[in-house]
Structures are given as C-alpha cells and as structure tokens.
C-alpha cells in the first residue's frame, strides 16, 4: 500500500497528503476556518386534507397540545412545513389537522406509545456535538482510494483541530497532514489489496469536543458487485464441517449438536468448495451462544440448540463454533476472496437463559411473560403471530416497547460492525412489527457511506400464493429481499407431476408482478432447513415422519434427473438464488430435523451425488460468468404442462435461453430469440449441461433427453463442465 501525493481544492478546503509517517494524527494545526455548523433539526411536512383551519405538530415534546407547535404552509400550496429544534433522542409525534391526527406519510419510522398507539418517530441527532461527513469515496479496481469528508461544527463551535484528528485504514493508523482550513479532509491511497476494507476517522474540535467516529467499509474488486447477480449458499454450521478435517458426530442424535465449526467453513473455503460452485455469499446460520442443556421441542423430543435459533446472550459467538475469533478468521478469508457474509440473527425472541428474560422478566419486555400462548398449540398462529412464543422456553419480545426496538436493533448493529458482516438473514419476520425491520433498515445506512450496501434478506414463511403477505416487506426503508417461497412450492409441485410447468410459470409471473416497483433483490429458492429435501420429496418419499422414516438415498436415476431440472430453473432466476448446504449432492432427508443431516464431501458421495454435484458446479460457474444470468431480464418463451422455455438478455448481444422438459420421451425443440434482443453477430449457443444445439442465426435446435434441462449460452468461457 501507498499514498499518493495529491492537492485537491474542495468546497472551503486544500489538503496536501504527506508521505507516512510515525505520527498518528492527521497532521499540522493551522489557523482552522470556521467550516460550516451542524443543523439538528429535522424537516416534517403535512399534506393539507381538504381546507384546514388549522395545521400543528404534536408529540412527547409538547404534551400532544394541537396549540403549542403549528405548521405553516407560507406559498399556499397546501403543504405545510416545520423544522422543529428538538431535544437529542427519540421523539414520536402525529401531524395534527382540525381535531384529527395523521402518521407522517414521509416518514416510514413509527413507534408505540404507552397506551398501544403507533406514532410516528424521529431520532435527532446531538448538534451539541462535531461531527463528519462524507463527500466522496472512490476505490479503484487497481486498489486506488480517493477520500473526500467534510466537518461539521458543533452548534456554536469552532472547527477541526488537526492535531486531535486520527484516520486508520482496516485498523491501522495512517499519518496525513492537513492544510490550515478546518473543515473537512482529502486524502488518497494506492496499492490496496482486493477485498473489503473500512475506513475510520475520529477526531475532535479545537474546544475538545468528540466527534461523532465515521466508519467507511468499501471494496477493491474488478466490477462492483450487484446483489441481483449473487449465488448465496446457506451453512448450518453444526452440520458442516470440523476445522480439522474430522468427522463430525453424527451418532449424536439427529437434535444434539454434531460438532461443526466456522473453521470447517473456513477450511472449505481455501480449499475451493464454494468457488467451484460460483458462490458469491455465504448465509451463516446463527452464531449467538446458545444454552447447552437439552429442552423438549415442538416435537415432544429432547434438543440442544445445535442450530442457533435459541440466543442466549446478545453478543457472544457460540464457543463451540469456535468464538469471536473464528468468526473473524472466516470474514476475513471470505472477504479476501470477494464473497459477502451474510448471517442468520433471531430478533423475534430470546432463550429463557438470556440476560433479557432474567433481567426484564414482565409484561413490559415480554408479550405473555407467563408462558401461556404457545405458537399453533395454546394460542392459534393467525391471531397471535406478533405475540405468541415459538416455543415454551423462547420468550416472545414485545415491540410495541420501544426500549425493546432500540435494545434490538443496536445489538444486531453491534453484529454488524463488530465483525465486519456485509448482511443480515432476519428470522421469522411476521413475527414482529414491520417497524423493527424499518428500524434496522434506518440504522444500517450508517455503514453503507463507503458504497458497500448491508443486505438485508427477511425470511416470510409462507405457501403458494402469498406474494402479498411478503411484499409487505419491501420497499427502500424496508427489507431488500426475501425468499420466494410460492415459485419454491410451485417449483417443487411441478417437478412432482402436481402441477404443469405452465403453472410454474404462471406462479414466477406472479411474484415478479408482486415485487414490481419495489427495488427488491429476492432470494429464490429450492429448499431450505425448514422443510423436507429437495431430492427426498422428488423421490415421492415419506417427508413428514423425520424421525421415524428418515428416507434413504434413492437408487434411481429419476431424482436426480429432477434435480437437476430444479437447479436449472433455480440457478437462472432474477435475484439471488440459495443453495441450501447438501442440496447440490442430492441430500436426501424428511422434516426438520432430518434436513439437517451432516454434510458429505469427496468420496463419500456416491456416482449419482457426484454427477449431479458437477452439473450444479456448472450451473453456479455459469451464473456468476454470464451478465444475461446475473442480472439479465427474464421473458417466458413459451410453456405448456411438460415445456418451459425463457430467456433472459442483459443488452449485450449475449443472451441465455432456459429449457426444462418434463416429459418421458426425448423430443427436439426450435426456438427463435425475440425480435428486441440483441444477439452477436455470428454467435452460436452452448449448453451448459451438454445438450446437442444447433444454431442457424436467430433460431436454435435443441435435442433434449426425457426429464432433462438445457441452458444455452453464447460465450464459450461461461461453459463446460
């Protein structure tokens, strides 16, 4: 790493970078300029409803009284405008109009009051305190940095003191020095590794007043990487693998803990596992330490938390995944190597054993502190999602606290930043009051100044159908995505001969109707640990008696022929697919528990799990090479009960054309490439799973085998297996 030797002038400041030296601080003290003052105030609006006597704001901070603050609509355009000078914190407040209260259609954050109404809510930040402010970062693919931050004068202070300024690059101190204005820095790096690396700057005002710390994650990486074109692979860490290469314990028993570790993760990362199978994210189930000591499940039988979904402390990393180091070590490697982290949180309730249930035991913290609506048994789901408890040992929190929203949100920040993780997978989502997700939403955007977005992928669990109960979710304050379960149901009941692949098509059609609009990346997927394996219900097997009738591996070839079919379709999707761990062998397995059985590598899979193994390999590489897969649009070419065929184009004359054929005799089929799409000239279409294409200009014949896919490609580098 370097620095380059650069002036730049910006707004009311002329920095000069010096060379490194041992000093920690940002440089020479001058003769600061004032710089501009931090304003606190925030901007609220109200459009008029009809012709209004009288327009105010009320809130906690004028006892609710319609006459203490009124809104002015000065050019008579019926919007009415205040920037009220409040105190440091959170606030909640209605726009008031005649006798009659509004929430704030301009602001998607609300809380709950004592008396159980929702309120519009408005954090305010602490003028009395400097703070900075981000003007520009860029990170060159080269490992070049260009870094622009204004300061921000506390109300009625003076501006930066230099001496006092610190700026560390991934932890360690950088030397600068800074010219005689006082209100913002420039500065520039070269030679930076590839990977994700975070910017911190502190620093003070010449009176000694703190500013608020400003923390920048970015990336140095060949193209910025776009959600819409990743491949996620979920990890139950339990169930993968050991650090040292050993066996896990399966002889445990299905529901106690088997012995996996984050540096089995991390091992298989280095060895190449995940880029074999063009991942571009890892899904880590979560890592909060859980209790020891066995409880009796939902299902009558004894189990430890092997899984995570049990927290028994806000911030420790479950030892026996291997603690906070670990963790570290395996973000670090994934980083180096260009792959997100996104990991599995579970803010709807916490272990009996947690500080939380100890410490707030009651009705303020806890809805039926005494234990009394258990989910789907005492209390029924569809009434008491938002109160019931999971289980009889996981108490539910109450979010209609807002000490319980700050408490929350501030711990899964605290994950966040503390181990540098690029996105959340938010747990049980209806579960909780939409405003949590908002909350966190709001929060995160603070570590998102550097141009490394955090991901936040909301888990809604529902049957086909339900696209509207998950696009409740979405939106620019809300969610970034979450898994497409109807297409999943949809997908799963047209392999099975339930259903035609016309309906299939007819089920994406309407989730992507659904998430129009909305900005939305979702996650397709074909399995998960919440329901059977894939290849177990595609063999038609006894899913729902996982203890009883754990299904064997099949031993025919249809299964598997199936599968691939499903990854097929799965892996050339809009949004970011998820590979479910030992679904890319053909994991057999019932019902939780037995989805989770331990994963299998190498020669322990058998010819029929490493054929399709590789086929899933070339589907995952193809995806990550080609533009049109990542983030191509789709259009449907044409369907019927046993035929599918889509396309997907990106503008540059490399499309991708999807076939899935479910019918028992081998067929040839014609396809012509819409009039609007552009298409190289003299461009000739392979397919990634081996199929024989034959070419003639905007037409391609395609000879497919009984129960087979094809995906067809242009460019010779994103296939072959």
């Not at 189930?285 to 402390?313: C, K, M, T, V």
């Not at 990393?317 to 994934?334: D, K, N, S, Y």
């Not at 590489?621 to 990542?630: D, G, I, K, T």
């Not at 294409?693 to 000879?703: H, K, Q």
Request: proline share 8%; glycine share 12%.
């Amino acid at each position: 790493m370097g620095i380059r030797r650069h002036t730049r002038a910006w707004g009311r400041v002329v920095l000069a970078l010096a060379t490194l030296a041992p000093a920690a601080g940002c440089g020479q003290a001058g003769a600061p300029a004032p710089g501009r003052e931090r304003d606190c105030r925030p901007t609220l609006f109200h459009r008029a409803v009809g012709s209004p006597g009288r327009v105010a704001l009320v809130g906690d901070f004028n006892l609710w009284d319609p006459q203490a603050t009124p809104l002015a609509d000065p050019d008579g355009d019926g919007v009415y405008a205040l920037r009220p000078a409040l105190a440091p914190g959170w606030h909640q407040y209605r726009l008031w109009q005649d006798g009659q209260t509004f929430l704030d259609p301009w602001n998607p954050l609300t809380l709950f009051d004592a008396q159980g109404q929702e309120n519009s809510a408005v954090e305010v930040a602490d003028c009395g305190r400097p703070a900075f402010e981000l003007a520009r970062l860029e990170a060159s693919p080269a490992g070049d940095l260009d870094l622009e931050v204004g300061f921000l004068r506390a109300r009625g202070g003076p501006g930066l003191d230099p001496s006092r300024c610190q700026l560390a690059l991934d932890g360690a101190s950088q030397a600068w020095t800074v010219g005689p204005a006082g209100d913002g820095l420039v500065a520039g790096l070269t030679g930076l590794a590839p990977g994700k690396h975070r910017l911190t700057l502190q620093g003070a005002d010449l009176d000694g007043a703190e500013a608020e710390p400003l923390a920048l994650p970015f990336w140095v990486e060949p193209e910025p990487f776009d959600w819409r074109g990743a491949l996620v692979y979920q990890v139950m860490v339990d169930r993968f693998a050991r650090a040292d290469g050993g066996a896990l314990d399966g002889a445990a028993g299905i529901s106690f803990r088997h012995g996996g570790e984050l540096g089995g993760v991390t091992r298989l990362l280095r060895e190449g596992y995940f880029e074999a199978l063009g991942v571009s994210a890892l899904w880590l189930s979560p890592l909060n330490d859980n209790p020891e000591d066995a409880e009796i499940g939902r299902d009558g039988f004894p189990a430890q938390g092997y899984h995570g979904y049990w927290p028994a402390d806000p911030a420790a990393v479950e030892p026996a995944f291997g603690g906070e180091a670990a963790l570290e070590e395996l973000v670090a490697e994934a980083h180096a190597r260009g792959l997100r982290v996104l990991l599995d949180v579970v803010p709807n309730h916490v272990h009996r054993s947690h500080p939380y249930a100890r410490e707030h035991a009651g009705p303020a913290w806890f809805n039926h502190p005494q234990g009394d609506c258990i989910c789907g048994t005492s209390c029924p789901w569809a009434e008491f999602i938002e109160s019931c408890w999971f289980d009889p040992f996981l108490p539910d929190l109450r979010f209609e606290n807002p000490e319980v929203v700050a408490r929350q949100v501030e711990d899964l920040w605290t994950w966040l930043e503390r181990f540098d993780l690029d996105g959340l997978r938010l747990d049980a989502v209806p579960m909780m009051p939409r405003l949590l997700t908002r909350h966190l939403r709001a929060r995160v955007r603070g570590l998102e100044g550097g141009g490394a977005p955090v991901h936040l992928l909301g888990e809604c669990y529902t049957g086909r159908g339900g696209q509207d109960v998950i696009r409740y979710y979405l939106g620019p304050h809300g969610l970034d995505g979450l898994f497409d379960f109807p297409v999943m149901w949809a997908l799963r009941a047209a392999l099975r001969g339930q259903i035609g692949l016309d309906e299939l098509e007819a089920e994406v059609e309407r989730s992507q109707a659904a998430w129009a609009g909305s900005g939305a990346v979702m996650a397709p997927i074909a399995g998960n640990h919440d329901v059977a394996r894939l290849l177990s219900e595609l063999n038609g097997d006894a899913v729902w008696d996982p203890r009883g009738q754990p299904p064997p591996a099949p031993e025919r070839d249809e299964p598997y022929a199936l599968a691939r079919l499903a990854f097929a379709f799965l892996l050339t999707q809009p949004g970011a697919p998820v590979v479910y761990q030992g679904d890319e062998y053909g994991q057999p397995g019932a019902g939780d528990p037995d989805n989770r059985r331990d994963l299998r590598f190498g020669a322990e899979l058998s010819a029929r799990e490493a054929d399709l193994l590789e086929a899933v390999r070339a589907l995952g590489r193809a995806r990550r090479c080609s533009p049109a897969l990542r983030r191509g649009e789709r259009a449907a070419l044409l369907s019927s009960a046993e035929l599918l065929a889509y396309g997907r184009h990106a503008g540059d004359g490399r499309p991708a054309l999807v076939v899935l054929h479910l019918g028992a005799e081998a067929r040839t089929l014609e396809l012509g490439l819409p009039a609007g799409w552009a298409l190289e000239e003299g461009a000739r279409f392979q397919d990634v799973l081996g199929a024989p294409v034959t070419t003639e200009g905007r037409w391609v014949r395609l000879e497919l085998q009984p129960r087979s896919a094809a995906v067809l490609l242009v460019d010779p580098a994103c296939v072959g297996r």
